[in-house]
């Protein structure tokens, strides 16, 4: 984390804490000697707040940040660099690398609406970032869905020619009959007409309607 991303008014607290734990004035503090580790100690410590460590990002602690995070996407999270940890109330729990940032208070409330207010933990932009690391490791990976190899259209009934029956194919399924071409007698489960008969009957159908066609073909002549 660099000075330019810290509020100024901050980042001279958090070196006055250095010095003084360090047992010198703020003024002679060399601010280049200060590890990342060391200013993120002291701005929790000004901050008010605690400072979460790669070391704490346990399997118990990423199972309470997965049950927050699951309907949140993870580079959503990378940009505003936050991770919800845990909903107490009306309050919202959440680790940040930038607690101070305005921005980030108003996505969280806007998101986790029943929530009234944040509080923050504290990490650094390393931390956060294998928290967020491990989070999408451990997302579901998307599954591709298989496009249908059969089509699931009904082929339409043939209509022969009058006077030729169709062959009858034993490997063919019969078609579902209607409730009313069902047997209601409990004694006899077979259908009272089998599609060989069926077919018969629309061929006839077929054959009267071509006949009357012709007679008032004949007629208008």
Same mark, same amino acid.
Not at 89 to 109: E, F, M, Q
Not at 134 to 161: I, N
Not at 179 to 201: G, I, K, M, Y
């Given at each position: $984390?660099?000075?330019?991303?810290?509020?100024?008014?901050?980042?001279?607290?958090?070196?006055?804490a250095?010095?003084?734990?360090?047992? $010198?004035?703020?003024?002679?503090? +060399?601010?280049?000697?200060?590890?990342?580790?060391?200013?993120m100690?002291?701005?929790?410590?000004?901050?008010?707040?605690?400072?979460?460590?790669?070391?704490?990002?346990? =399997? !118990?602690?990423?199972? +309470?940040c997965? !049950?927050?995070?699951?309907?949140?996407?993870?580079?959503?999270?990378? =940009?505003?660099q936050?991770?919800?940890?845990?909903?107490?109330? =009306?309050?919202?729990?959440?680790?940040? %690398?930038?607690?101070?940032?305005?921005?980030?208070?108003?996505?969280?409330?806007?998101?986790?609406?029943?929530?009234?207010?944040?509080?923050?933990?504290?990490?650094?932009?390393?931390?956060?970032?294998?928290?967020?690391?491990?989070?999408?490791?451990a997302?579901?990976?998307?599954?591709?869905?298989?496009?249908?190899?059969q089509?699931?259209?009904?082929?339409?009934?043939?209509v022969?020619?009058?006077?030729?029956?169709?062959?009858?194919?034993?490997?063919?399924?019969?078609?579902?009959?209607?409730? %009313?071409a069902?047997s209601? %007698?409990?004694?006899?489960? =077979?259908?009272?007409?089998?599609?060989?008969?069926?077919?018969?009957?629309?061929?006839v159908?077929?054959?009267?309607?071509?006949?009357?066609?012709?007679?008032?073909?004949?007629? %208008?002549?």
């Amino acid at each position: $984390m660099t000075a330019a991303e810290i509020p100024s008014q901050t980042l001279r607290e958090a070196h006055q804490a250095i010095a003084e734990r360090r047992g $010198m004035n703020a003024a002679a503090l +060399d601010k280049e000697s200060v590890s990342e580790s060391e200013l993120m100690s002291a701005l929790a410590y000004v901050l008010g707040i605690p400072l979460v460590e790669v070391g704490d990002l346990s =399997d !118990a602690f990423l199972a +309470d940040c997965r !049950a927050l995070t699951a309907e949140l996407e993870t580079e959503a999270l990378m =940009d505003y660099q936050f991770v919800p940890l845990s909903r107490r109330g =009306d309050t919202l729990i959440a680790i940040s %690398s930038r607690p101070w940032d305005a921005t980030t208070t108003d996505v969280l409330l806007g998101y986790f609406q029943p929530c009234a207010r944040v509080k923050f933990v504290l990490a650094s932009p390393e931390c956060l970032r294998a928290l967020l690391e491990r989070l999408q490791a451990a997302e579901p990976k998307p599954t591709r869905s298989r496009s249908p190899t059969q089509s699931t259209t009904v082929p339409a009934p043939v209509v022969l020619p009058p006077g030729v029956r169709a062959a009858k194919d034993p490997d063919s399924p019969k078609p579902a009959l209607p409730p %009313s071409a069902r047997s209601v %007698s409990p004694q006899n489960d =077979d259908p009272l007409l089998t599609s060989e008969d069926v077919t018969h009957l629309m061929n006839v159908l077929a054959g009267e309607i071509h006949r009357l066609t012709q007679q008032k073909s004949q007629r %208008s002549l």
